[in-house]
């Protein structure tokens, strides 16, 4: 069955360093997204990518990037890891028709000390 | 700016009926999706409306009044596992998912 993955499930980093968060999806989606879900907040889009090659900033991309080198993987980097990013991180990928639902992993939960 | 609000919080009883409203503003409208979430767990779609009216699915309902800019989610016959938290999320004029904060619903037997 396809499915979409995330590693590691959960985190804990010190202030400064640089963390990667991976993201594979056997879907065969074009379109691939990071979240990040803090209390209080709906899911916040950080990146998201519609193609290999392709990547966009979403509401809150700034400390991290992201890569499209194939239609699989979409990770998710924090350069300089900060207190404020202890989230729980979300990817998700979808069809490029219209109307297509958004497939999400099973989160990160990445705390930043 | 854009903004999709929902109740944080409802309780229900089991067996009874539920209503969960989203109101919205957004950048244009190119549908509106509720999702699902258990606690520690990731987000799953339930519902997905375009045009206005009513979607039904199983015990599951999904109303939308574009004019509006309202949203319903029905759910009937709850059950303890209807547990969790409903996300609305609309689709703006750049594609991009706009999520309102969820509801989180209590289930009491």
């Known amino acids: 069955d396809a499915e979409i993955t995330q590693s590691p499930r959960h985190k804990i980093t010190e202030t400064g360093r640089q963390v990667t968060l991976a993201c594979h999806q056997t879907w065969n989606h074009n379109n691939m997204f990071w979240y990040r879900q803090d209390l209080g907040h709906g899911l916040r889009l950080i990146h998201y990518s519609y193609g290999v090659h392709d990547t966009n900033k979403g509401e809150v991309s700034d400390g991290y990037s992201v890569s499209r080198s194939n239609t699989e993987d979409l990770p998710l980097t924090l350069e300089s890891a900060a207190s404020s990013q202890t989230s729980v991180y979300f990817c998700?990928?979808?069809?490029?028709?219209?109307?297509?639902?958004?497939?999400f992993g099973p989160g990160t939960r990445l705390t930043v000390l | 700016g854009q903004n999709i609000d929902q109740p944080t919080e409802m309780t229900a009883t089991e067996g009874a009926i539920v209503q969960i409203n989203c109101t919205y503003q957004t950048s244009g409208f190119n549908g509106l999706f509720w999702y699902q979430q258990h606690a520690g767990e990731a987000p799953t779609f339930l519902s997905y409306n375009v045009l206005d009216g009513l979607e039904e699915k199983g015990r599951f309902s999904s109303f939308l009044s574009r004019s509006k800019g309202y949203s319903y989610l029905l759910l009937k016959e709850l059950q303890m596992k209807d547990s969790a938290s409903y996300l609305c999320a609309v689709r703006d004029s750049n594609y991009q998912l706009i999520w309102g904060a969820g509801t989180k619903l209590i289930i009491k037997p």
């Open positions: 998700a990928s979808s069809e490029s028709v219209e109307g297509a639902r958004e497939f």
